[in-house]
């Protein structure tokens, strides 16, 4: 049964990741389109990400509660000595939610939206990058549980190069998602062509931002290079999405949705598997050298197969309900 609350787990980040950074991705471009095209843009992504903006929270909730249940030390360690990124997380959220909803519902239109429009382009942008700076502390071995000091405890543990070089990643990845994504949902040669253009750009982006990975990794003494291509599952994740890269770009320019947002999916999903692969099961590394374990540091039986058995079920129930949601807004919007 542990093994299928960790697939529950990583799904439930995969999902996070996909749908999730789509939808902060939208503000990510909104953040940096001028003028008119704005206007455009915030119509189009309101009608894009409508259905499912507040759903894709689900997820994150999920994973939350899958550490907390059935993983306790490691949700003591990483909420503990993270507390400070993680509150800037759920801020975010909190505000992008709500200028999400007060600048598309509000009733009075006054100057009020435009400090709406702010808060929610700029906690779009802050949010995925804090999810990265935490994805990038788990794993760097930056988290000292021994220290003595306020700085070395909450502030180092994150401070630190390549963990803000995987939050620009993050944000990056999420202006790409988003990017192609909206290439679907518009009309028009002059419309694709912008979104187009906005994915060479995030994309160019994104390329950065892995260089400026693997400089901080080398740097800061990560054996990152190791982590992706000492293992075979690892060099064949890696291959996958460089293929699932190319094959995306080529449906892009041949205008096949399906087949460009498939491909985009498969990229994202290959790049996880890369990623945590070379990490399990021991997932947050330690400053002192030690590492906690999905394995070795979980709750008891008991409690891990009543999580399960709760995923399962829930499961049933969740997942008809969210597509019965996008389809009665497709009918909705058609």
């Known amino acids: 049964m542990i093994y299928v609350v960790l697939i529950f787990l990583w799904l439930s980040l995969l999902i996070y990741l996909i749908m999730g950074g789509a939808d902060f991705g939208t503000g990510i471009l909104e953040l940096f389109t001028p003028g008119e095209k704005k206007t455009r843009l915030k119509q189009t992504s309101y009608e894009a990400i409508g259905p499912i903006w507040e759903a894709n929270h689900m997820w994150l909730i999920i994973a939350v509660v899958v550490l907390f249940v059935g993983f306790p030390e490691m949700y003591v360690v990483v909420s503990v000595y993270l507390y400070i990124p993680l509150l800037m997380l759920l801020i975010g959220i909190i505000a992008r939610g709500t200028a999400f909803t007060f600048r598309n519902y509000d009733a009075v239109k006054d100057n009020m939206e435009k400090i709406y429009n702010r808060i929610y382009v700029c906690s779009s942008f802050l949010t995925p990058l804090f999810l990265g700076i935490i994805a990038g502390s788990i794993v760097s071995g930056r988290i000292d549980v021994h220290s003595a000091s306020f700085i070395d405890a909450y502030i180092m543990s994150w401070l630190g ?4 070089a995987v939050g620009l990643f993050t944000v990056a990845l999420c202006a790409f998602l988003a990017a192609i994504y909206l290439i ?3 009309d028009g040669k002059w419309n694709k062509q912008h979104f187009i253009l906005a994915a060479k750009i995030a994309n160019l982006a994104m390329v950065i931002c892995v260089a ?3 400089i901080s990794a080398r740097y800061e003494h990560i054996p990152l290079t190791d982590w992706l291509f000492t293992n075979r599952t690892g060099t064949l ?4 999405a460089v293929g699932s890269y190319v094959l995306m770009w080529v ?4 205008d096949e949705i399906i087949k460009m947002r498939f491909c985009l999916c498969i990229m994202v999903t290959a ?5 945590t692969y070379s990490h399990f099961p021991d997932v947050v590394l330690l400053k002192s050298g030690g590492r906690l374990s999905f394995l070795k540091n979980r709750a008891p039986d008991q409690t891990i197969n009543l999580l399960g058995d709760a995923l399962l079920i829930g499961s049933v129930l969740i997942l008809p309900s969210l597509c019965y949601l996008v389809l009665s807004f497709r009918k909705k919007t058609a």
Not at 271 to 275: F, G, K, Q, R, T
């Open 251 to 254: 449906s892009v320019f041949r």
């Open 271 to 275: 790049l996880l598997i890369a990623v």
């Open 161 to 164: 190069l390549f963990p803000i």
């Open 184 to 186: 679907g949902k518009v």
């Open 212 to 214: 400026f990975i693997f």
């Open 237 to 240: 994740s890696i291959s996958f």
